[in-house]
């Protein structure tokens, strides 16, 4: 089964700057591309940043040159570094993959359990 497992969330006083991590397990996974998004209290999910297997990124128009994805697939981690934050940021950040465990599956989209980023103002 794949799995996804967000870590770096916490509170940050508004200015400040907060990196996520999602680690994509078992290690060699086929990922087509990879996600975050966030879900602030009564709000639906919205998208923040995609990746693709190459490594191309793509952003919510709002939040381009605050936000940078990236990936590291030696350490099948997918990364979202967040700065000049501010407390419309707060909210429930998930990582998703498009993604199968090889190819006697289907690709699928995977979510993780979400990471907590509160920002204080």
């Known amino acids: 089964q794949v799995q996804l497992v967000e870590s770096g969330g916490g509170l940050v006083q508004a200015g400040g700057s907060l990196t996520l991590s999602c680690v994509t397990s078992?290690?060699?996974?086929?990922?087509?591309?990879m996600g975050w998004y966030r879900q602030a209290p009564g709000k639906q999910r919205e998208l923040v940043a995609t990746?693709?297997?190459?490594?191309?990124?793509t952003y919510v128009d709002s939040l381009r040159g605050r936000f940078i994805i990236s990936r590291d697939g030696a350490k099948s981690t997918m990364y979202l570094q967040m700065n000049s934050l501010d407390p419309e940021d707060t909210a429930v950040y998930f990582c998703n993959a498009d993604a199968r465990k090889d190819w006697t599956y289907d690709f699928q989209v995977y979510w993780g359990q979400g990471t907590q980023v509160t920002v204080s103002s």
């Open positions: 078992p290690r060699n996974i086929n990922i087509r591309s």
């Open positions: 990746i693709t297997r190459g490594g191309t990124a």
